[in-house]
């Protein structure tokens, strides 16, 4: 894992990267905030080790600089302190610490407290991977949807549009801009007591898959309508 120190003592910086590197780490050290928000810009380090007290900027100012960036969330931070009191702790905490580390160092309290970030570390790579993975699978989705040959369209358990393909603005004949957040029953009230609400309503209640016709309220277009159960709401593909 790489891991970034922040610590400004030079010889308690080398002192502690020896007993992380120890443990199979790359480390990078520095000693101050600003080179440690330079060596953030060019990589990448799920894991910081950052000292409270440093020349310029601080360590917890850092850390609060951190947490307010878009992936600063994604980041361990390690604080060390000769500050003990629950005030200063508590501080820390609220800065966006993950955890603190109090001097003088007991090299036993540390090894405990790598071993805590490096799961949690492990736990939240994970977390991202299937968030990623999620994300992908919903993109691949999106992009099927907007290129497959039937209208779809879907719903919430209130009956407010989520999402519209090309397709079903077509055959709808509406913007899915315009549809977005609007009830069905408010945007289409000729469907109110007609097979489609009867059906759609089935499927919401039955939350059971319902393969239908029907027309349209002129009796001039039929289409071949399949709704399905979808989270708490309903999703419908459909074809003239």
Aim: proline share 4%; glycine share 4%; net charge negative.
């Amino acid at each position: 894992m790489k891991i970034l120190l922040v610590e400004d003592h030079q010889e308690s910086r080398h002192n502690l990267q020896r007993l992380i590197e120890r443990r199979g780490h790359e480390v990078m050290a520095v000693g101050s905030a600003e080179e440690a928000k330079n060596a953030l810009q060019n990589q990448s380090f799920p894991f910081l080790i950052l000292d409270w007290m440093l020349p310029g900027l601080s360590g917890i100012d850092l850390c609060r600089e951190l947490r307010a960036t878009p992936t600063g969330n994604e980041i361990f931070i390690l604080l060390v302190t000769a500050r003990a009191d629950t005030e200063d702790l508590e501080q820390a905490l609220a800065a966006g610490a993950s955890d603190y580390l109090t001097k003088p160092l007991d090299i036993a309290l540390l090894n405990v407290r790598l071993s805590v970030a490096e799961r949690q570390i492990r736990d939240l790579a994970e977390r991202n991977h299937a968030r990623a993975a999620l994300q992908q699978s919903a993109r691949t989705l999106t992009d099927i949807l907007e290129n497959t040959a039937d209208g779809f369209f879907s719903l919430t358990q209130d009956w407010n549009f989520t999402y519209l393909n090309p397709e079903a603005e077509r055959l709808l004949a509406r913007k899915r801009d315009e549809l977005i957040g609007k009830q069905l029953w408010t945007e289409f009230p000729e469907l109110v007591g007609s097979p489609f609400e009867q059906n759609y309503r089935r499927v919401l209640a039955d939350q059971v898959p319902v393969e239908f016709e029907a027309s349209d309220a002129a009796g001039k277009i039929w289409f071949e309508m399949r709704a399905y159960p979808s989270g708490s709401g309903v999703s419908v593909f459909f074809r003239d």
